[in-house]
């Protein structure tokens, strides 16, 4: 079974960064679109970023373009999202998300979802 598991969420001042990482276990990813959304309060769930589990392919929201990074770690089996230039609007509960690649890395529909990891950007 698919399992996904968030971690290094925390406090952070406006312009700092932070880096989550999603640990991802139950089988293997090569087939596998892996995301990150978030989930502020008061709001709607927001796609952020997404990227194949092999391959350079990525997407970005607007909101994030130039400030998130995403990417894999081959050691960990993990996908990671460093943030950078953080904002209070970046405040959210962020979670990771995989599902079997279908369709493009702009869709928003995710199978398996992680627990969530809290960032909190103060101002």
């Known amino acids: 079974q698919v399992q996904l598991e968030e971690s290094g969420g925390g406090l952070v001042q406006a312009g700092g960064s932070l880096k989550l990482s999603c640990a991802a276990s139950g089988r293997p990813f090569s087939n596998y679109h892996m995301g990150w959304f978030r989930q502020a309060p008061g709001k709607e769930r927001e796609l952020v970023a997404t990227?194949?589990?092999?391959?350079?392919?990525?997407y970005y929201a607007d909101s994030v373009k130039g400030r998130f990074t995403i990417s894999r770690d081959n050691a960990k089996n993990a996908v990671n999202l460093q943030m950078n230039s953080l904002k209070p609007e970046d405040t959210a509960v962020y979670y990771c998300?995989?599902?079997?690649?279908?369709?493009?890395?702009?869709?928003?529909?995710?199978?398996?979802w992680g627990q969530g990891t809290q960032v909190t950007v103060s101002s």
């Open positions: 990227k194949m589990w092999i391959g350079g392919s990525t």
């Open positions: 998300a995989a599902r079997i690649r279908t369709g493009r890395l702009t869709d928003p529909e995710y199978d398996y």
